[in-house]
Structures are given as C-alpha cells and as structure tokens.
C-alpha cells in the first residue's frame, strides 16, 4: 500500500479539491485519515489517503472507519442511505444482525459499481450465492429503481466528520 498527503485549503479548495478527487476517483481507497487544522482563514483540512494502485474503489475500513458522507456524491449518498435502511428492516425480520446481510463496505461496494445485476452483485467481495439467493433480489430492485432514477455523478466530498456505520 502507498500512501498519498493532501492539504485542502477550508475556504476556497478549488484546485485542491479537484485533485483529491481526482486522485480519489483513480485509485483503490483503502483508508482516509483527515484532521482539520484551524488557522483563522488559513485553516485547511490534512488528509492521508492509503491507496492501491489501480482503478477500482476499494471500501476496507479496518480500524479506521469511513465516513461514507465524504466518500459518495449526495446521490449516490442517498442510495447508500436507503441501502442500510432495507438491510435494517430485513434483519430486524429475521433477527439478525444487520452486518449478517452485507457490510457498510459491501453497501458501499454496490453503490460505487452500480450494481443492477445478479453477476454485479457476485462480484462484490465477500457476497456469496447464499446470500445472493436469500437477499439479492430485494437488493438489487432498490438499486435498479435508484439507479434508473439518477444520472451517474462524479464524487465531491463535503467536509462534514460524522462517522456513520
């Protein structure tokens, strides 16, 4: 893994922030790090990115967690977003835990590949035909629904900190 240091000025990023998502949108993410640096109007935000090198997202949080918030567009935030809620409300029918259908990672997965298909939701890692065959189909309506209902978006994460899982 390699690392990558970004200093995003907090008022008027610019140019800043178009490299970091381009570099984002480039490269396997395997953890961000940031901390805000308050200087009055020189305040910016020093983000560590540990990456892969290659094409594909790649949502591992490990020890640190993903703020998804930063990682997604709002859009494809709000897909996220209703991707936990009908993960909740199945595992709540069936008394299990959520992480027992898929992963934040997985979800995120989904989201960042656009799945729509059987095969899109195989190739997630971790997403056996177990699972597909139990959950898949419910899944996968939600994501062809969202996915049919908005154009494809470039990311551009917002500086809000809260972690969600």
Known sequence: MKLKFFSIPA?????????????????????IEKQFVANGEQSYWAICITYIEGNQ??????????DYRE????????????LRELR????????IPVYALFTN?????????????????????????????????????????QFSEQPKTDKEPNSNETNKN
């Open 57 to 66: 997202h790649t949502f591992k949080a490990g020890k640190n967690k993903i």
């Open 71 to 82: 990682v997604f567009a709002e859009l494809e935030f709000a897909v996220f977003v209703k």
């Open 88 to 95: 909740k409300v199945i595992a709540d029918r069936e008394g």
């Open 11 to 31: 008022y008027q990023s610019g140019d800043a922030g178009e490299e970091l998502n381009s570099f984002c949108g480039n490269h396997k993410i395997a953890s």
């Open 105 to 145: 990672d997985q979800l995120a997965e989904m989201v960042s590949s656009r799945v729509t298909t059987l095969s899109g939701l195989s190739s997630v890692e971790g997403i056996g035909k177990g699972r597909i065959e139990k959950y898949g189909k419910e899944f996968l309506e939600l994501l062809q629904k």
